[in-house]
């Protein structure tokens, strides 16, 4: 971990304090894994990283205050989602490729993040704006991308001029985010990864482009 970090009577942590903030967060991180949100307490993430409660509150006002951390450093790593699209064209077998692309990813972070992704879910749907905002940071990065696809699509005459590139994106966006979040119960439709990933890409192509994909 670099850069200057505080603890939170806003004094600067050494690099042995960083480290302890550190593991408070990985064991936080573990655990949410594991256990409910609402029942991860102080004393138990101080034990699983062998110190103490007073420990953690020199770094972290709460639990909560630990888990938005963690979300934050997500979030920032969700941004770089918008790499799967930057430059990408959508015409042609290179458009199908994109869109496989963009699932695989998608999906990938989503379950490589998914204990902290419920909890910023669970925060956003109870009105809280700070993991409103933090959702919303990650899904503009593709959403944005999307709409740019779609509204250059439109400017060389391949996507009609009716469509709505903010309502398109938007659209795909949340659906990619509802099917990512569902990952696991897919399985008790019967449904295998393998199978969901193209289909979903499918999907993702004929919305942005309105065409069945070349492949």
């Given at each position: 971990?670099?850069g200057q970090?505080?603890?939170?009577?806003?004094?600067?942590?050494?690099?042995?304090?960083q480290?302890?903030?550190?593991?408070?967060?990985?064991?936080?991180?573990?655990?949410l894994?594991s256990?409910?949100?609402?029942?991860v307490?102080?004393?138990d993430?101080?034990?699983k990283?062998?110190?103490?409660?007073?420990?953690?509150?020199?770094?972290?006002?709460?639990?909560?205050?630990?888990?938005?951390?963690?979300?934050?450093q997500m979030?920032?790593?969700?941004?770089?989602?918008?790499?799967?699209?930057?430059?990408?064209?959508?015409?042609?077998?290179?458009?199908?490729?994109?869109a496989?692309?963009?699932?695989d990813?998608?999906?990938?972070?989503?379950?490589r993040?998914?204990?902290?992704?419920?909890?910023?879910?669970?925060?956003?749907?109870?009105?809280?704006?700070?993991?409103?905002?933090?959702?919303?940071?990650?899904l503009?990065?593709?959403?944005?991308?999307?709409?740019?696809?779609?509204?250059?699509?439109?400017?060389?005459?391949?996507?009609?001029?009716?469509?709505?590139?903010?309502?398109?994106?938007?659209?795909?966006?949340a659906?990619?985010?509802?099917?990512?979040?569902?990952?696991?119960?897919?399985?008790?439709?019967?449904?295998?990864?393998?199978e969901?990933?193209?289909?979903?890409?499918l999907?993702?192509?004929?919305?942005?482009?309105?065409?069945?994909?070349?492949?």
């Amino acid at each position: 971990m670099t850069g200057q970090v505080r603890t939170v009577d806003g004094r600067v942590a050494g690099r042995r304090g960083q480290a302890t903030r550190q593991k408070l967060l990985d064991c936080l991180s573990e655990m949410l894994s594991s256990s409910p949100y609402r029942d991860v307490k102080v004393i138990d993430v101080a034990r699983k990283a062998g110190t103490s409660p007073a420990t953690f509150y020199q770094y972290f006002p709460d639990v909560e205050g630990a888990v938005l951390e963690i979300a934050e450093q997500m979030a920032t790593e969700g941004g770089q989602l918008t790499e799967l699209l930057a430059g990408r064209s959508w015409v042609g077998k290179a458009g199908w490729q994109t869109a496989q692309e963009l699932v695989d990813g998608f999906l990938d972070f989503w379950r490589r993040n998914d204990a902290i992704l419920r909890v910023v879910d669970l925060g956003a749907a109870e009105g809280d704006k700070r993991f409103y905002k933090l959702r919303m940071k990650i899904l503009n990065s593709v959403n944005n991308s999307l709409a740019d696809a779609v509204t250059e699509l439109q400017s060389k005459g391949k996507v009609d001029k009716d469509v709505n590139p903010a309502a398109v994106a938007g659209s795909i966006v949340a659906m990619l985010a509802a099917v990512a979040s569902h990952q696991k119960g897919f399985q008790t439709w019967g449904v295998k990864q393998a199978e969901l990933k193209p289909n979903l890409a499918l999907l993702v192509h004929l919305g942005v482009t309105g065409k069945k994909p070349t492949k």
